[in-house]
C-alpha cells in the first residue's frame, strides 16, 4: 500500500497507516517532506527546536531532523512500540522523501478527510520546514 502524504495533515496520515501496519499490511508513505503540521508555525518550530536542543548529545534523547525520519517517529508513537507486535508492524513501514523511481509504476493512496485545506484554521506548517529550521542540511 502506497500513501501519498502531500499536503495531508501528518497526525491523520500516521493514525491510517499505525492502523494498516497493525493489521499485517506494508506501507510506503511517499512526499513525507510535503506533510503539514497544525498550529502556528513559530510556536511549532520553537518547540520542536526545544526538543532538539534538550539534554547532552552523546547521551540523548535523540530527535530525527530528516523528514521521512521524522514522519516515520511519527508512525512508530501511534504502535504499541514496547511490544513484539508493534515491533513487526514497525518493520513494515518505509517512508520516502518524494517519489522514487520504482514505485512510479503503482497508483498511491490519497486520504481525503486529512488534507490540509479542510483544517478550520489556515496555521499550519510543512514537515520540511520544521526539519530545516532543526538543522536538516538536505541535499
Known sequence: MIIDAKDTVLGRVSSFAAKQLLLGNKV??????ECVVSGRQHFTINEYIRKVHRG?????????????MF???????????????????????KCHIGFPENLKKENPIVLENSHSSKLQLSDYIRVKDICNAAGWKHI
Open 56 to 68: 547532552a548529545p552523546a547521551k540523548g534523547p535523540y530527535f530525527y531532523r530528516r523528514p521521512d
Open 71 to 93: 514522519v516515520r517517529r511519527t508512525i512508530r508513537g501511534m504502535l504499541p512500540f514496547k511490544k513484539p507486535r508493534g515491533q513487526d508492524a514497525y518493520k513494515n513501514i
Open 28 to 33: 510506503d508513505i511517499v512526499n513525507c517532506e
